[in-house]
């Protein structure tokens, strides 16, 4: 709360609004105080679980987790593929050891 509430002042309040970020940030906070607020509610408390989307803010300061990120992100294709052969081979002897020892 104290983090927003600064850079609201920081941005003068009207820039604060333009960035995306920080009406995500608005909004997580917001999230958390009135889960606090309001804790009768149900299935409010699972809305603070947003509050663990914050990091992905670290993506767009830090250069070095970007890249590393922009990294696994383009290998999803081949160990996606990786999955699927190991899946297919999984499955064949999943059904021969049924096959030889089902009695």
């Known amino acids: 709360t ?14 604060f ?4 970020w920080n009406l995500f940030d608005f909004v997580i ?6 889960s606090m607020l ?8 699972v ?10 803010r670290l993506f767009k300061r830090v250069a070095a987790l ?7 992100l ?3 294709p081949g ?3 990786a999955f699927v052969v190991l899946g297919l081979i999984m499955s064949i002897w999943a059904i021969m050891g049924v096959e030889f020892f089902a009695d």
């Not at 104290?2 to 820039?15: P, R, S």
């Not at 609004?17 to 995306?20: C, N």
């Not at 309001?38 to 408390?45: R, T």
């Not at 970007?66 to 696994?72: A, S, Y």
């Open 47 to 56: 809305l603070r679980l947003f509050r663990a989307f914050r990091v992905f």
């Open 38 to 45: 309001f804790e009768d509610l149900p299935g409010i408390s």
């Open 79 to 81: 160990v996606a593929n």
């Open 2 to 15: 104290v983090e927003l509430f600064a850079n609201m002042y920081g941005n003068f309040f009207v820039l």
């Open 29 to 34: 906070v917001t999230i958390s105080w009135l």
């Open 66 to 72: 970007r890249v590393l990120i922009e990294g696994v």
């Open 17 to 20: 609004w333009q960035s995306a």
């Open 74 to 76: 383009s290998s999803l």
